[in-house]
């Protein structure tokens, strides 16, 4: 058997199903082994959506999602979307091909360093020299990405080793490491803590971050906060932990979330963390999340917790666990909520301002709510970055499926891909990626790998001419001064969709939504839906 080869019987034994990438030389011999196998390869159009379509497959299956590129400018150009990943807390194993490894140092063609190189973007990374370790490699970066603090690992493997031959494939049935042992069972003392500490609590708010969706705690998360009556907020990553219309949440916190929930959060007595970073986005002052309350902090990363704000009680460890203990401690808590319920269905009144709307366009809230309103309740929404992030999060109502976006690393183009991974994993849901037309325009090229693959995907663009959300910082900052932000009317979607064979709706007005959504539901192809915006509108307008 060729390294090659002991690859893809590794990734087999694994339960792979789908490898994104894009060929070169240096990575040939996997992809020749691997047209042997029941995996299926989806050949992107550039290697950065690789890794975006890994990490679609990998958040609405559970699955590590994988992809594989060539040497130099192929592993560079990946980079980007294994910082993604690791930003997001995403699963992946990415496979990079490397010229032979007796060249290595000697700057030959279509070299780089590339474990170097991702070092800070990756949970590890293997330079691999000999063949006969393969399957202990693969078995540990699936381990490692999959376990703990999820998120991307790298394997790098000149292709000399792909093509040498290993003496015996043994997989392994286990993975023993010293050195990578995550906590997954939150401390009993700690836990114990936090129930006392709730028991005396008066104005108890659960703040859910993307670690709670990582560990598939939507339903433990559900049953104590029910069972004990206490208002949830979440970050952006932390979006459809909970429904949306859940009576006990109000809101995305963050200098675009909802005022109400960051109202709530400063406000409470008792702030319970739970998989999220503290980072700047979600909270830009975390003293004042500090002040005048207990902060119990629940993260399965020990260097989260602390890094941005010191918490009365940290608890290590896999936040369903952690729920599922607090579900079934012992000592019945004893607590009431109503008037704190009632106080911020208040904060929900007094802060909630209208937005202006520009009759002669579509407005963004109208067309979302309606979107919403219209998919499955199972449907797939992914968002991506700018404006149409902001209105997604803002408006996008979830019942039972997934909303997606980048948060950590907030990459433009990151929709597009994500939701071909996502369809694939799920080709039974609906899913709809939004994006703004300059997000479209960095992953448009992957229109052809929709088409190639004829995977149904529904894109919906909200067409301002701008980069929308850098103009609107430009319009408060520097008084409307627009530096290298327009983007006139190009490119033209409706050509864009014949030149793909794609279906093309365009809805210009609000009263043209209901129509346009269904036509674009309804229909088996792949479709563009080009919505017109106010140029002048604001995320937060």
Same mark, same amino acid.
């Given at each position: 058997?060729?390294?090659?080869?002991?690859?893809?019987?590794?990734?087999?034994?694994?339960?792979?199903?789908?490898?994104?990438?894009?060929?070169?030389?240096?990575?040939?011999?996997?992809?020749?082994?691997?047209?042997?196998?029941?995996?299926?390869?989806?050949? #992107?159009?550039?290697?950065?959506?690789?890794?975006?379509?890994?990490?679609?497959?990998?958040?609405?299956?559970?699955?590590?999602?994988?992809?594989?590129?060539?040497?130099? &400018?192929?592993?560079?150009?990946?980079?980007?979307?294994?910082?993604?990943?690791?930003?997001?807390?995403?699963?992946?194993?990415?496979?990079?091909?490397?010229?032979?490894?007796?060249?290595?140092?000697?700057?030959?063609?279509?070299?780089?360093?590339?474990?170097?190189?991702?070092?800070?973007? %990756?949970?590890?990374?293997?330079?691999?020299?000999?063949?006969?370790?393969?399957?202990?490699?693969?078995?540990?970066?699936?381990?490692?990405?999959?376990?703990?603090?999820?998120?991307?690992?790298?394997?790098?493997?000149?292709?000399?080793? *792909?093509?040498?031959?290993?003496?015996?494939?043994?997989?392994?049935?286990?993975?023993? $490491?010293?050195?990578?042992?995550?906590?997954?069972?939150?401390?009993?003392?700690?836990?114990?803590?936090?129930?006392?500490?709730?028991?005396?609590?008066?104005?108890?708010?659960?703040?859910?971050?993307?670690?709670?969706?990582?560990?598939?705690?939507?339903?433990?998360?559900?049953?104590? %906060?029910?069972?004990?009556?206490?208002?949830?907020?979440?970050? $952006?990553?932390?979006?459809?932990?909970?429904?949306?219309?859940? &009576?006990?949440?109000?809101?995305?916190?963050?200098?675009?979330?909802?005022?109400?929930?960051?109202?709530?959060?400063?406000?409470?007595?008792?702030?319970?963390?739970?998989?999220?970073?503290?980072?700047?986005?979600?909270?830009?002052?975390?003293?004042?999340?500090?002040?005048?309350?207990?902060?119990?902090?629940?993260?399965?990363?020990?260097?989260?917790?602390?890094?941005?704000?010191?918490?009365?009680?940290?608890? #290590?460890?896999?936040?369903?666990?952690?729920?599922?203990?607090?579900?079934?401690?012992?000592?019945?808590?004893?607590?009431?909520?109503?008037?704190?319920?009632?106080?911020?269905?208040?904060?929900?009144?007094?802060?909630?301002?209208?937005?202006? %709307?520009?009759?002669?366009?579509?407005?963004?809230? =109208?067309?979302?709510?309606?979107?919403?309103?219209?998919?499955?309740?199972?449907?797939?929404?992914?968002?991506?970055?700018? *404006?149409?992030?902001?209105?997604?999060?803002?408006?996008?109502?979830?019942?039972?499926?997934?909303?997606?976006?980048?948060?950590? $690393?907030?990459?433009?183009?990151?929709?597009?891909?994500?939701?071909?991974?996502?369809?694939?994993? =799920?080709?039974?849901? *609906?899913?709809?990626?939004?994006?703004?037309?300059?997000?479209?325009?960095?992953?448009? $090229?992957?229109?052809?790998?929709?088409?190639?693959?004829?995977? &149904?995907?529904?894109?919906?663009?909200?067409?301002?001419?701008?980069?929308?959300?850098?103009?609107?910082?430009?319009?408060?900052?520097?008084?409307?001064?627009?530096?290298?932000?327009?983007?006139?009317?190009?490119?033209?979607?409706?050509?864009?969709?014949?030149?793909?064979?794609?279906?093309?709706?365009?809805?210009?007005?609000?009263?043209?939504?209901?129509?346009?959504?269904?036509?674009?539901?309804?229909?088996?192809?792949? =479709?563009?839906?080009?919505?017109?915006?106010?140029?002048?509108?604001?995320?937060?307008?």
């Amino acid at each position: 058997m060729l390294g090659a080869e002991a690859v893809v019987k590794a990734l087999s034994q694994e339960g792979v199903e789908y490898v994104f990438g894009y060929p070169g030389v240096a990575i040939c011999p996997f992809y020749e082994a691997i047209t042997h196998s029941d995996i299926k390869t989806v050949l #992107v159009r550039t290697e950065q959506s690789a890794a975006h379509m890994a990490s679609g497959l990998a958040r609405v299956s559970g699955k590590v999602g994988v992809c594989a590129v060539t040497s130099g &400018p192929g592993a560079t150009n990946l980079i980007t979307g294994i910082a993604t990943a690791f930003a997001d807390s995403i699963p992946l194993v990415c496979i990079t091909g490397q010229v032979n490894s007796a060249l290595l140092g000697s700057d030959v063609f279509q070299e780089a360093d590339i474990t170097g190189a991702a070092e800070s973007f %990756v949970k590890y990374s293997y330079l691999v020299k000999d063949p006969q370790d393969i399957p202990r490699v693969i078995k540990e970066a699936f381990h490692i990405a999959s376990t703990g603090r999820k998120g991307p690992v790298l394997i790098d493997i000149p292709i000399d080793v *792909q093509n040498a031959e290993i003496r015996k494939f043994k997989y392994p049935d286990e993975v023993s $490491m010293r050195t990578y042992k995550p906590t997954f069972v939150g401390n009993y003392a700690q836990i114990k803590k936090t129930v006392k500490a709730l028991s005396k609590a008066e104005r108890p708010v659960i703040c859910v971050g993307g670690g709670v969706l990582l560990s598939n705690a939507k339903d433990s998360l559900r049953t104590f %906060v029910e069972k004990y009556n206490i208002p949830v907020v979440s970050t $952006m990553m932390g979006i459809g932990a909970m429904p949306t219309e859940h &009576p006990l949440y109000f809101g995305m916190v963050g200098n675009n979330g909802k005022p109400w929930a960051n109202k709530a959060m400063n406000e409470s007595d008792l702030l319970i963390m739970v998989g999220a970073r503290v980072a700047d986005r979600a909270v830009n002052q975390p003293d004042i999340i500090t002040e005048n309350k207990v902060m119990v902090h629940i993260d399965v990363d020990p260097a989260e917790i602390g890094k941005n704000c010191g918490p009365t009680i940290p608890i #290590v460890g896999d936040a369903d666990n952690i729920f599922n203990q607090l579900n079934s401690f012992e000592e019945e808590i004893e607590i009431d909520t109503k008037d704190w319920l009632k106080t911020l269905q208040g904060f929900k009144k007094d802060l909630f301002v209208k937005r202006k %709307v520009n009759p002669e366009f579509v407005d963004p809230e =109208c067309f979302i709510k309606t979107l919403s309103d219209m998919l499955d309740k199972e449907a797939i929404y992914v968002a991506d970055v700018g *404006q149409n992030q902001i209105w997604s999060c803002s408006f996008h109502v979830v019942k039972e499926g997934k909303f997606l976006t980048t948060g950590g $690393m907030g990459t433009m183009g990151y929709s597009i891909p994500a939701a071909l991974g996502a369809k694939l994993a =799920c080709p039974d849901k *609906q899913v709809v990626a939004v994006c703004g037309d300059g997000a479209f325009q960095m992953s448009m $090229m992957e229109l052809a790998t929709i088409k190639q693959e004829d995977v &149904p995907v529904k894109i919906i663009v909200l067409k301002n001419g701008f980069l929308g959300m850098v103009r609107e910082y430009q319009h408060y900052t520097y008084k409307d001064n627009y530096s290298v932000v327009k983007l006139n009317d190009y490119p033209d979607l409706k050509k864009i969709s014949e030149a793909y064979s794609m279906d093309y709706i365009k809805v210009s007005v609000d009263a043209e939504i209901k129509d346009g959504v269904s036509k674009m539901l309804s229909s088996s192809n792949s =479709c563009i839906m080009e919505v017109t915006v106010d140029p002048m509108d604001l995320a937060k307008g």
